[in-house]
């Protein structure tokens, strides 16, 4: 019994770290709708083998609310239906198999759990990034006007969190080993595929061709270089930062002057590579979603999407 729940705990990671919707699989992992349950009437329904079509999951997906547009038959809300449709498109929120009535609590729950230090840790970072941001270019512009009481919780706020910023990694790494090394595996693996994004997004982009969609997979060549910037600029950042520090202590001005302005010209592409993230993220969605429902209410005076 004990070597089954191993084999099945197994089997739901496997299917929790695809890229790929996975209610479906999770409703025929469990064990099904309960006897007492069932109507009991001459039109019996039983849930331990189909897929109900209550369309819940499909409600739920982020990535089928982005196209606000998209229709389905009420007898094709399905869970397999939804597998079909999102692909490679899934952002692993795993909102179907929280919203699925079929799948069981005890699944629920270990989905739930599957990626909060992923999440905890995303969160934190983002948390670092925005914040050493914010305190670096308020610091850099204003911190020789502003009074010496709040100079100073910026320019000492934004060294602490410098430093918090750097032991990130290390919890991503200590409390969830697994994921800590598919994010770098994931980041790291370039493919043709990759190449012919980057042709789509400038035939988007430059040419103005919108017939063929961007795909928006996880890890796709965009979120892999926002990665690998991450990756490569933040230890230029902290170590060009520290020298600027230490230069102000124990070196002359010019040295500090030069490592300052080296630590400057670094933040300053962190920042815009910011932006870009935070744009693409949020941002162009947010514009979309409010031209789209501006658009919508002028044609049928109604805040309601029709297709």
């Known amino acids: 019994m004990e070597l089954g729940s191993k084999v099945h705990s197994l089997h739901s990671r496997l299917i929790l770290d695809e890229a790929r919707s996975p209610v479906a699989r999770f409703r025929m992992l469990s064990p099904g709708i309960n006897g007492n349950t069932r109507l009991r009437d001459e039109a019996q329904v039983v849930g331990d083998g189909g897929c109900l079509a209550c369309g819940n999951c499909v409600d739920q997906c982020p990535v089928v609310k982005r196209e606000k547009g998209r229709v389905f038959i009420q007898n094709q809300r399905t869970s397999m239906a939804l597998e079909t449709v999102v692909q490679e498109e899934c952002r692993r929120c795993y909102r179907c198999v929280n919203a699925c009535p079929q799948v069981s609590k005890q699944l629920k729950e270990t989905v739930q ?20 941001a914010a305190t670096g270019i308020t610091y850099s512009h204003y911190g020789e006007v502003l009074p010496r009481l709040e100079g100073g919780l ?11 910023s750097i032991v990130v990694p290390y919890l991503y790494y200590r409390f969830d080993v697994s994921h800590f090394r598919r994010t770098l595996k994931k980041a790291f693996n370039w493919q043709q595929d990759d190449v012919s994004w980057f042709k789509k997004v400038y035939r988007h982009v430059v040419k103005g061709e919108r017939d063929e969609k961007l795909s928006r997979r996880e890890f796709n060549p965009g979120q892999k270089i926002w990665y690998l910037f991450i990756m490569s600029v933040f230890p230029v950042l902290y170590l060009s930062g520290w020298a600027a520090i230490l230069t102000s202590m124990f070196g002359s001005e010019i040295s500090y002057l030069q490592a300052k302005m080296f630590h400057l010209v670094f933040a ?25 429902l501006y658009r919508n209410y002028r044609t049928t005076k109604s805040f309601v999407f029709r297709s």
């Open 113 to 132: 759990a599957h990626r909060r230090v992923e999440k905890i840790v995303h969160l934190l970072a983002a948390f670092c990034i925005v914040s050493l």
């Open 154 to 164: 910026l320019k000492y706020g934004h060294r602490l969190i410098g430093i918090v």
């Open 268 to 292: 300053l592409s962190f920042d815009l590579m910011l932006f870009t993230h935070i744009y693409i993220k949020f941002l162009r969605e947010w514009i979309k979603n409010t031209v789209q």
